[in-house]
């Protein structure tokens, strides 16, 4: 060959994708390729392929073994010239199957099984595969003839004219033949056996389920039956003799290699059990031994071979203890774990390669579609498909998947199914495993149809979907909502008319009549949003009667769902999104306050996705997500903001009101949602944190809001700059951070004027910015008020409104008294002017921790004030043993009794100088002022005494400081506290009890003993 053209060809074999054109060339020069060397439809065939380099080689191969070399290359050549469809058939197996080429070139005219494609052809079934194989009369001769099958199959996968799913089907429909084909040689061999039995192979795993590889075990299970008039024993052993010979004849190893290892280890007992057994066999295993895994198998079973009539009774009789299985204790528990103990067993050094069984492999999908269909499929039949895509299709029908996750799921399955079968289509072995060489992954990618930057793409491609399987296997294979249904029994879980009344008056359902009325509502017709709720309202229904007002709950749940009914991530979050369904549950059936706060912005649902904090999905939950509080500075951020975007001072204070009901709906949802999940009462550490939760951000929000609210104030009357200095000092709880639900915001005001500013002009714009606050606050609205009480300022409600610094100063010099002093240890700058508030703090600190303590005139009249406060101010006819905040042992003992060893001490022990009640309780213990045992009987009294308050807010939706007097109401907040039906007197005697001790002590440190 010329230089110049030698050069030429050199370059254009590079262009079509041959990795050693040198070879390439001196093939395409050789004697075999001599007519068509120069056909340019040749050469762009070949590098259409996934290896040109391979399918020339093979190619040339399989022209050197054709008999009487001149004639039969002439004809192959020729076809190939003339006929696109063969040329790119036969070289696009070549191309990616160095076993297939290996076959042609033994069997050279089998390429002709390639020539025709007849619309028939496209799609054959068992039938058409059953005459490819019908002259094979011997092991060796089946094995030819299930390859010259296997190469139409490959020949259609590798030009697209069939998709993964139709080549796994094609390559079931191809073994379903050769277990026929192979039986029949067994039954040859010994007619005398097969004369005594019914023999019925049954198909398992990816066989069964139409969704078979290239190289796969083929699992099956053997049921046989005396014929008429046989001996049980002697037909059992016949069966086997034939089993044991047909799983031969395809497993074996000839000369022309073996075809796939026929497996029986699904069969009960697996390989310790008998390989063939009789219907009644099967059917007490399974009734009586079979574990959850083996009822997971047989969702893919399906006769295929043998005595056809047999297996399909062996289905029928198998199938309803399938779609019983679900019903088994810890049915859900043992799927998950059966699947983490797979992740576990793979070597180390293959996790991050193997395709089918690791994170984000073949199996997740597996096992998530497989766990949903067992678990919905007892009341959806539907959903009783053996084949993974078809099952995961009727899934997202049904509403048990959503719609997006069941397309990707699909496109990942897909894409990692065609991975693993051009794997081992290359060498047509049996491997999960991404090869690690250069020359693999680009021909895996060029297989695929990446040809641009082959392996960048194959690698790219192959963790993006991945990632989508493990992430869609986390949401949906650990869904909390499974196991739920999975408890449910059958006729719960399909929710009829009768089933329902019989299963509402059950769970103590006070009016079944409405409740069906709403179930009736919520869950008929046809639609996607109806399907849905049928799959979430049984489960819905037992968490709502683990309160003390399902009926509430229920109807709580039909106005939500009303209200978000056309919103697309509603239901879909509740199916999905962690424990977003049961938060709800508890949310709505707690009580009033969450509810209503809900019902007026019901996007906060979004909210309950996660009661960890993790993540609101995205659908308007404002800012962190889940039920975790946000802290004040973000708080204030969005509340700014809104204030900043709004056109008018009062558009800016309902923009404050919307975070605000958001974010107490968000406090209370948590609260409830901590509150629930054990019998017995919660730890007391537990109920502390949840106490100090809602304090602080009830307490933050507050603070945000306030701040908010000055912000729209100054702008909408000064612009930017108000002529005075002016900072809001939080008292109180409010300073303490332990406010409530329905707590007043306790405040004083502090002004200064600014330098140049005439003190009349500074006092009257800081008394216009107080009562446009408290006016704009107390706009009448639907959410829990927010009441701005200033009466614990200097002369109480005859004083000023707001003072300045120095005002401050020279009231408290000259006229403060023991009371106020004691007012001030919660006094905490929270809005406005930070260096004012600084200094505001600066100079009530002498006072609140006086240098020389307090003296016995000073604590005389504290007592003196305590006693009186509880004496006029306990409302006529209440309890005082069940009084949280004036009764013995309530808030009111407990606080002043920290708050008189702060004034004592607070000089001298720097832990006492804190706003919160428990924090300056446990600095007293650690500076030994009091006695660890007598600081957690009022630390346990003070916690107790909040969550009741907190409680009855909830609960009624208005505030108490007493136990509520209905029955149910009561119930509900026994139910917060952790008490459970029927256990309300204990709820009351142990409040009397904790009470009662915490009074022991106050009697001893505040009215000294």
Known sequence: MAPGRRSSTFTRLLRHGFTDPSAAERLLDGPE??????????????????????????????????????????????????????????????????????????????????????????????????????????????????????????????????????????????????????????AAAAPDDAALCRLAVVAMGKCGGHELNYVSDVDVIFVAEPADGADEGKALRAATKLASHMMRVCSETTVEGSIWPVDANLRPEGRNGPLVRTLSSHLAYYQRWAKTWEFQALLKARPVAGDLELGAAYIEAVEPLVWQAAERE?????????????????????????????????????????????????????????????????????????????????????????????????????????????????RLGRSLGLRADPITELNREWKRHAAVVRRLHEKIFYRPLLDAVAQLAPGEAR????????????????????????????????????????????????????????????????????????????????????????????????????????????????????????????????????????????????????????????????AVRGVRRRELFRTAAGDIVGSYGTEARPAEADQGALVDRVGAAVSDLTAATLAGTLRAVVRDGWGETLPTRFAVIAMGRFGGHELGYGSDADVLFVHEPRDGVDEREAAQAANRVVSEMRRLLQIPSADPPLLIDADLRPEGKSGPLVRTLNSYAAYYRRWSLGWESQALLRAEAVAGDEELGRRFIELIDPLRYPADGLGEDAVREIRRLKARMESERMPRGADPKLHTKLGPGGLSDVEWTVQLLQLRHGAAEPGLRTTRTREALAAAREAGLISE????????????????????????????DTFPSESRELAAVGRYLGYGPGHVGELLDGYRRTARLARGVVDELFYGG
């Open 933 to 960: 045992e007598d600081a957690a009987t009022l630390d346990e009294a003070w916690v107790l005494a909040t969550r009741v308050r907190n409680a009855v807010m909830l609960v009624r939706g208005r505030a108490g």
């Open 330 to 442: 810890n049915f859900v528990a043992d799927v998950q774990k059966m699947r983490r103990r797979v992740v576990e067993n793979i070597p180390v050094s293959e996790v991050e390669r193997e395709l089918k069984l690791g994170p984000g492999g073949l199996r997740d999908v597996e096992f998530a579609v497989q766990l949903l269909q067992l678990v919905h499929g007892r009341t959806d039949a539907s959903l009783r498909s053996g084949t993974t895509l078809n099952a995961l299709q009727a899934l997202a029908a049904g509403g048990y998947v959503g719609r997006v996750d069941a397309v990707q799921l699909d496109d990942a399955y897909r894409f990692l199914r065609s991975m693993e079968h051009r794997i081992q289509l290359y060498r047509l072995r049996r491997t999960h495993l991404v090869p690690v060489a250069e020359e693999d992954q680009r």
């Open 33 to 186: 390729l001599s007519l068509v060397r120069d056909d340019p439809f040749l050469l762009e065939a070949l590098g259409a392929t996934a290896d040109p380099d391979l399918a020339l080689h093979g190619l040339v191969r399989l022209l050197e073994a054709q008999p009487g070399p001149t004639t039969a290359r002439r004809e192959l050549l020729d076809t190939l010239i003339a006929a696109k469809p063969l040329r790119d058939r036969l070289l696009g197996v070549l191309g990616a199957s160095a076993a297939l080429a290996d076959h042609l070139a033994r069997h050279p005219r089998d390429w002709e099984a390639l020539v025709m494609y007849e619309p028939r052809d496209l799609h054959p079934g068992v039938e058409e595969f059953e005459r490819g194989l019908a002259e094979a009369d011997d092991p060796v001769a089946l094995r030819v003839a299930y390859r010259r099958c296997l190469l139409s199959i490959a020949a259609r996968d590798v030009c697209g004219t069939t998709d993964v799913a139709d080549t796994a089907a094609e390559l079931a429909d191809l073994a379903t033949a050769t277990l026929r084909a192979a039986l029949r040689l067994a």
């Open 495 to 654: 929710l009829s008319a009768k089933a329902a009344r019989e299963r509402l008056v059950a769970l103590g359902y006070a009016d079944p009549a409405s409740a069906l009325r709403h179930l009736e509502a919520l869950a008929s017709g046809v639609t996607r949003k109806a399907a849905i709720q049928r799959t979430l309202l049984p489960v819905l229904l037992g968490w709502f009667a683990d309160s003390a007002d399902p009926d509430a709950g229920l109807l709580n749940f039909r106005k939500v769902s009303d209200a978000l009914g056309k919103t697309p991530w509603y239901l879909r979050l509740l199916r999905d999104e962690g424990a977003a369904a049961e938060n709800l549950a508890r949310v709505l059936s707690a009580g009033r306050l969450a509810p209503d706060l809900l019902l007026r912005a019901p996007e906060a649902v979004a909210l309950l996705g996660d009661g960890d904090g993790g993540g609101d999905g995205g659908t308007g939950g404002g800012g962190s997500g889940g039920l975790q509080p946000r802290g004040r500075a973000q708080l204030e951020q969005e509340i700014l903001a809104a204030v900043g975007r709004a056109e008018s001072v009062e558009k800016a204070v309902t």
